[in-house]
């Protein structure tokens, strides 16, 4: 049996997707240790982790995405995020690898000191990514804007231009990134987007076809379906309270300028015959004025409600808009960054839901794309299916291979 180290970025939604697959290793009595925001370490021994905080100086350098003004400046800002973490990075996760002594390492995509630091530790380790992945393909638009897939022509076309511009943005980040690893002993990377493909072992924290199908990408990527998890919670007693179509409204739990998301929410389907429930997340909830057949809460837990919801109305953020889909629950989703563009656009193209830009988000137009998108349950059932052949077994297994054939697990007979 082997000792597994994870190492994840200060973010719930990049923790929270790889318990089922750090479960999974431990019922197949494997160890494992986690490094990962202070707040979640008393969660994580809970479940018979061996967990510990990442250094403070991590967790001090917040993402500030959220103050720009453009999708690619924002990805740029994210792009600086993480390598100022990564100086503190390295050192953490090397302090981690002598305290834990691992046989093999799980690297957070977005610690890119961690991930440099993991390739010169002489060990086996693995990245995982539970958002979109951003490795460049000719089946796909370049990553970031949310483009639609255009297989002709045209769309190479526009394909080539926008990854120059974009991408051209953000690998003004290189050398500064390539200095960090240089420093580590890591080689250089020739492109941002190239990132991941350093990687011996890639989880994709999805499935086709919610993702677009890739025949030019490394055989090192795995799609292994998404990690569906959260904190063990009661439903909540209300909930059974009225038999009228429920519809979740939620907002980003990492701090971004969404709020007007649920305003737009609560006026525009204020007099339809479903119920809202709101959770505000990253929001104060007192920001946003009480509705007598909508309910506003900071948190509740979405598994129960996913269990009764028509429909999800939500910013597009990775974690939420796949356990509603694994649900079976459409989305209507309101991109307002980071990977949100993506992931709307994957929900529109998989026939899951309806996309509605925040550009043109006002009460009548969200109205109209949360009708449609509930009409579009049977898209959600085709990926709820999709992802249930999947998942943490799947995740279990490729993490195994990275060992001696004597130190993977046995599976318990069937």
């Given amino acids: 049996m082997a000792h597994y180290l994870a190492y994840t970025s200060p973010s719930r939604g990049h923790l929270y997707p790889i318990v089922p ?5 431990r019922r197949r009595g494997h160890t494992v240790a986690v490094r990962t925001l202070a707040e979640e370490v008393d969660r994580m021994r809970s479940l018979g982790f061996a967990a510990a905080p990442i250094a403070a100086a991590i967790e001090a350098r917040a993402l500030d995405d959220w103050t720009t003004t453009s999708q690619t400046a924002a990805l740029a800002h994210a792009a600086r995020t993480f390598i100022d973490r990564a100086q503190h990075e390295v050192s953490d996760l090397r302090a981690a690898i002598a305290a834990e002594r691992p046989d093999a390492l799980l690297i957070d995509v977005n610690a890119w000191g961690a991930t440099a ?21 000719r089946d796909a638009p370049p990553f970031g804007l949310g483009l639609a897939p ?13 990854r120059r511009v974009v991408h051209g943005l ?16 890591a080689r250089p990377i020739a492109e941002m987007d190239s990132y991941a493909a350093a990687a011996p072992l890639v989880l994709a924290l999805t499935a086709e076809p919610f993702e677009y199908p890739r025949r030019d990408w490394p055989k090192s990527v795995r799609l292994v379906g998404p990690g569906i998890w959260d904190p063990p919670s009661e439903p909540p007693p209300w909930l059974d309270e009225s038999s009228e ?17 649920i305003e737009t929410a609560l006026a525009g389907l204020r007099d339809e015959p479903m119920r809202l429930v709101v959770t505000t997340a990253a929001i104060d909830p007192a920001r ?27 910013h597009g953020g990775m974690g ?28 529109e ?12 988000l006002r009460p009548d137009r969200l109205r109209a794309a949360v009708r449609k998108a509930i009409a579009c349950k049977a898209g959600a059932e085709r990926i709820a299916a999709a992802f249930s052949a999947k998942g943490a077994g799947v995740a279990a297994d490729a993490l195994e291979e990275l060992l001696p054939f004597a130190q993977r697990g046995r599976r318990p007979a069937a």
């Fill in 21 to 25: 697959m750090l479960a999974e290793l």
């Fill in 117 to 137: 630091a993991a390739e010169t530790s002489g060990l086996p380790w693995a990245l995982f990514s539970p958002y979109c992945l951003p490795l460049p393909s």
């Fill in 150 to 162: 255009r297989p002709d022509a045209l769309g190479r076309l526009r394909d080539a231009i926008v």
């Fill in 170 to 185: 953000i690998n003004r980040q290189l050398p500064s990134l390539n200095a960090m690893r240089a420093g580590v002993g």
């Fill in 245 to 261: 179509p429920l519809v979740l409204v939620t907002a980003s739990t990492e701090r971004q300028d969404d709020g007007r998301l």
């Fill in 288 to 314: 946003f004025p009480a509705q007598p057949r909508a309910r506003i809460e900071r948190f509740l837990p979405h598994g129960p409600l996913l269990a009764r919801a028509a429909v999800v109305v939500c």
């Fill in 320 to 347: 939420i808009t796949q356990k509603a889909l694994a649900a079976g629950v459409p989305v209507c989703v309101v991109p307002f960054g980071r990977d949100q563009p993506e992931v709307a656009r994957r929900v």
């Fill in 349 to 360: 193209v998989a026939g899951a839901g309806t996309r509605l830009p925040a550009s043109r």
